[in-house]
């Protein structure tokens, strides 16, 4: 009751204040983006949202307009994606409001560990795994926060990735890029698109990467080849695509540097656990077709295929200590196991959406009405051979934090298990889901419902044994225009995520329902002066229950299995606020907050809740902030940008403290004709920091420290 009686003060006080400085200013000049021409060169020099906003979003399965939605969906757009010098997902997560960097491909997103990635609105991911997703061929990323179980079936609560593609276009355009910079990095990448025959357009890309990482041994190289068609129906389109990703990254798998409690480095923050020789080699496929068609004036249906194959290899050395070898009190080597580790993955997913608009009396409606279907065979062998902090023949050897001596053992020279693949898993899992979304508006109130029905089994195919279960989700929005620039707007929803197949074992007390995860939120968004200064604030609450844990109060069961019982309840309460601002005609100005406070509010007493830590989440910073600026000169046709990260106070899975952090980084964009130039320096200041915490044996995930390149392009 407090938190929901928050939630209607807060909003009713922010749609207030907002309106009250809206009426205070000044008529706004027009809302059409400005340009500057001299001679053969334009500078933008007008609107953010030419900028960094995009008119609507996808992600919500009926493209809308931010200020009539009751959903909240954070978009990166591929000009701010330029503008950063972005590669991999990691480098956009400073962007978004209530979102951290938990470890590889994961982040921490309104206090909840999140991984789910979708593209185009279709499962399928090809970096599963411990791989962290390219952007060269990326448009735009949208990140839909919150419980979205009614669209997209199992998942996080927190949120998830929805990342849209480059496509086809029919207007002729082709660019071309090289970058150099430190750490030995240097690329080239290159893209074309345009008609090709009638209605069949083309498009053509290539982008290859290589560089030394920060840490010892470490080294990536990565290459993408991407492809598509474009059939123009008229009244609708198919888009067939095809991509190749190929990533080579040698000294990995990288885990962290070891800390002490108060979350200080024990090494360099160069310092690697692996071996030159180790290395993580990812090989994928992957082939969509898209269609969208407008049967009739009111009826619309898109549908989508996408399957995904990939392999990836891991040689690399897991570490395990610290220890204090010498006893002045100081830890100062590590003890590591050698891993030989092969995935496999193929995945098949299909969507299919129909959209009808229709009238009732003065009320609109838009029906959305769905099926998607996801197919995943995941296959796994692996091996490890120990060490100990006694160099023994066979076996790794120690590894010093202060001066590692690298080589003195290596993968040829182990004396392997008598059987290596012991440890392999072959699973099947399938999803289908059914859903009916009614979104009705009438004057400035705008009313959403919808359910949603998924059944999934998963199954372990060495022996046949199976684990199937049912689900029903719903979400209801509201959206109340108070002006034609100022909206508030609230949702209550809800998600689920299947129990593992291990938690649903009859003699251990199962089948369990699954986990679920309910949100409750509300807040005000503007588009004040024409839209120049757009802005988004709400407060939520995220109830996550039904979190199997040992039950204490149940005896041991006979071969050594823990008896389980459901009574796990995590509750995150929280307030995010964005901001996109023309400051002046050739000043924009980005800016997140996020405050969240995820907390245990229900357990055994006696058995943990999976990344938890005591009573709050690990990674879960009460305090994430982040902005971007960008100032142009249209005379001298060149821009300078400026970009920070704090991320507060964090508890890694072992408790051990992940210090604040406080990062800027810096772009100087020249444009001229069809040139551009851009010179990007990543960790200003080269601060020393955690990104993220792990486990006390593995170390904390250093962030890198300053570089920088510079990219010039070519485009026609």
């Known amino acids: 009751m407090r938190f929901r009686v928050a939630v209607i003060l807060s909003t009713s006080l922010a749609a207030g204040l907002l309106g009250a400085v809206a009426m205070g200013q000044e008529a706004a000049p027009p809302a059409a983006a400005q340009a500057e021409d001299t001679g053969d060169t334009i500078i933008v020099t007008g609107r953010a949202s030419a900028l960094y906003r995009v ?24 000009q701010l994606i330029e503008d950063q010098g972005a590669r991999d997902a990691q480098d956009l997560y400073r962007n ?18 999140q991984e789910e990635n979708f593209f185009d609105g279709l499962r399928g991911d090809p ?46 355009s082709a660019a071309f890029s090289a970058v150099a910079g430190t750490e030995a990095r240097h690329g080239l990448s290159g893209e074309v698109t345009g008609a090709l025959s009638g209605p069949v357009s083309g498009r053509l890309g290539v982008f290859h990467e290589q560089r030394n990482l920060p840490r010892r041994n470490a080294d990536s190289e990565i290459t993408i080849g991407d492809a598509g068609l474009r059939l123009d129906l008229g009244d609708g389109f198919v888009v067939l695509q095809a991509t190749r990703y190929e990533q080579d990254l040698g000294g990995n798998r990288l885990r962290g540097v070891p800390t002490d409690s108060l979350g200080r480095f024990l090494a360099d923050r160069r310092w690697n656990h692996n071996e030159a020789s180790d290395f993580l080699r990812l090989e994928a496929d992957v082939l969509q077709a898209r269609a969208e068609y407008a049967l009739t004036s009111t009826l619309e249906i898109d549908a989508g295929l ?92 120690p590894l010093s934090l202060i001066n590692p001596q690298y080589g003195v053992t290596g993968a040829s020279s182990y004396t392997l298990p008598a059987n290596p693949n012991f440890n392999s898993l072959r699973s099947r899992l399938e999803r289908a889901g059914y859903y009916l979304l009614n979104e009705a508006t009438f004057g400035d109130v705008i009313l959403s419902g919808g359910l949603r029905f998924d059944r999934f089994e998963d199954t372990d195919r060495r022996t046949g044994q199976a684990q199937s279960d049912e689900a029903v989700t719903w979400r209801i929005g509201g959206v109340y225009r108070l002006r034609g620039d100022v ?27 699954p986990v679920e995860g309910e949100i409750l939120e509300a807040g005000v968004r503007t588009a004040l002066m024409d839209g120049r200064n757009q802005s988004s604030a709400s407060v ?40 996109v601002a023309d400051i002046t005609p050739d000043w924009v ?17 006696a058995s943990a809740i999976v990344n938890a830590v005591g009573d709050r989440f690990a990674n879960a910073p009460r305090h ?93």
């Open 589 to 605: 100005l980005t800016a997140s907050y996020g405050y969240n406070d995820t907390r245990i509010t229900r357990s055994t007493g």
């Open 96 to 113: 978004l409001s209530g979102v951290s960097f938990f470890s590889y491909a994961g982040v921490t997103a309104r206090g909840f560990r």
């Open 306 to 397: 996408r399957w995904s194959s990939g392999t990836e290899t891991q040689q690399y050395h897991e570490p395990f200590g610290p220890f204090d070898t010498n006893g002045d009190g100081a830890p100062d080597t590590i003890v590591r196991q050698f891993r030989d580790q092969w995935r496999s993955n193929e995945a098949l997913s299909f969507g299919l959406n129909a959209v009808w608009s229709y009238a009732t009396g003065a009320i609109s409606h838009r029906l959305l009405g769905g099926t998607d279907w996801y197919r995943e065979d995941a296959d796994f062998d692996g091996f490890a051979v120990a060490g100990s902090l006694a160099s023994t023949p066979g076996r790794p050897a």
């Open 624 to 716: 994430q902030a982040g902005f971007w600026t960008r100032y142009q000169f249209p005379a001298i046709n060149t821009a300078i940008a400026l970009g920070g990260d704090y991320v507060d106070v964090r508890r890694s899975l072992s408790g051990q403290k992940v210090r604040p952090y406080l990062v800027f980084d810096a772009s100087l964009i020249y444009q001229a004709d069809a040139w551009r130039l851009l010179l990007r320096v990543d960790n200003l200041l080269d601060e020393t920091y955690a990104a993220s915490g792990f486990l006390a044996r593995t170390g904390h995930f250093p962030g890198d420290p300053r570089s920088v390149f510079v990219e010039i392009s070519r485009a026609w």
């Open 540 to 579: 939520y609450q995220i109830i996550r229950q039904n979190i199997v844990q040992v039950d204490p109060n149940a005896a041991p069961l006979p071969g050594g299995l823990d008896p389980l019982i459901a009574f796990g309840e995590v509750t995150s309460e929280g307030f995010e606020a964005d901001l």
């Open 55 to 78: 008119g609507e979003t996808s992600s919500s399965k009926l493209p809308t307009e931010p200020l009539a939605s009751s959903l909240t969906i954070q978009v990166i757009n591929e």
């Open 487 to 513: 909206s508030l707007f609230a949702q209550w929803a809800n998600s689920f995520e299947p129990q593992p197949a291990g938690n649903q074992n009859p003699a251990r007390g199962g089948p369990f329902d």
């Open 127 to 172: 970096y599963s795994g411990f791989s962290v997703p390219q952007l060269f061929n990326i448009e735009r990323v949208e990140f839909l926060k919150g419980p979205a179980g009614m669209l997209y079936g199992p998942g996080a609560p927190g949120g998830l990735f929805n990342y849209i593609t480059k496509t086809p276009d029919e207007t002729l």
